[in-house]
């Protein structure tokens, strides 16, 4: 089997084409075993490239096997994928998800991802308060095609992510887990952001968590409205741009890059972990 390694600031991605899709009822079982990062290839997920009507799929596997819903770091990872194998055209790039159809404009080095509108209709738009031994955190939910929790801390290097990111993401206010995005505000266009993601623990950059936290920053009046200028927001594998558009869109503004590429015999997979 033919992939190319990728990584969005950090996040990094095994990319594989399944236009038939094939591969994605094992999808689980194969990220398990690719993403590892000793006995695998190492990736934070595994994302199948799929061909199901007139737009290319994009299904991404957690290293833990989960299926998200969304990922905006791979989005851009794959509308690169598709450019370099001459699969798109551009300037845009239309890429179905599980959360629907979004679309990917080349912006020269960059990549513009229209993100959508963010939903805050979760807990009916409101803040929940999220007892743990004796911790009381104030978490804004937000969907942004998957489920988003955002934290505010007034220092993040305060925070022992190891220990309380699991915790908050399998708290029991959420049906099916969220990623946690620990925001600090720096100023009035600038965040600082560390993510714990459902199904993969902590990465070096979250694009659908920069939104949310974004998002939710402007939301709250921390940072200034995203349609009257861009937000930055800074995670430890580098910064991305979010902005905000019409209908109360989001979009996101970042860079794709091409690690390397290989090959690996998924049959030797098969036998060793019984796929």
């Known amino acids: ?123 009916r738009g409101q803040s929940v308060e999220i007892a743990l031994l004796g911790v009381t955190w104030t978490v804004y939910p937000v969907s942004m095609g998957n489920p988003h929790g955002v934290v505010f801390v007034d220092d993040l290097d305060e925070i022992d992510l190891m220990f309380w990111g699991p915790r908050l993401e399998s708290a029991p206010v959420w049906p099916h887990g969220a990623n946690i995005e620990f925001t600090q505000v720096l100023d009035a266009d600038s965040l600082q952001v560390r993510v714990w993601e459902r199904g993969a623990g902590p990465t070096l950059a979250c694009g659908t968590g920069a939104c949310a936290a974004a998002a939710v920053a402007a939301k709250q009046g921390l940072t200034r409205d995203l349609k009257t200028g861009a937000t930055t927001v800074s995670l430890p594998g580098g910064d991305l741009t979010i902005q905000g558009g019409e209908e109360n869109r989001v979009s996101m503004l970042g860079p794709a890059e091409r690690v390397f590429e290989g090959q690996i015999d998924i049959s030797r997979l098969e036998r060793e972990r019984k796929l």
């Open 1 to 123: 089997m033919k992939f190319t390694k990728y990584h969005g600031l950090g996040n990094d991605f095994i990319l594989v084409q399944d236009l038939g899709g094939i591969l994605v009822p094992r999808g689980e079982m194969l990220a398990q075993a690719l993403c590892h990062r000793q006995f695998g290839i190492g990736a934070d997920g595994l994302v199948l490239i799929t061909k199901e009507s007139d737009w290319y799929k994009m299904r991404i596997f957690n290293a833990d096997g989960s299926e998200p819903e969304m990922c905006g770091n791979a989005i851009r990872c794959v509308a690169d994928y598709l450019l370099q194998e001459g699969l798109a055209q551009g300037p845009l790039i239309p890429i179905d998800t599980l959360s629907g159809l979004k679309e990917v404009r080349r912006a020269g080095d960059l990549y513009l991802v229209d993100m959508g509108e963010p939903d805050f209709s979760f807990m």
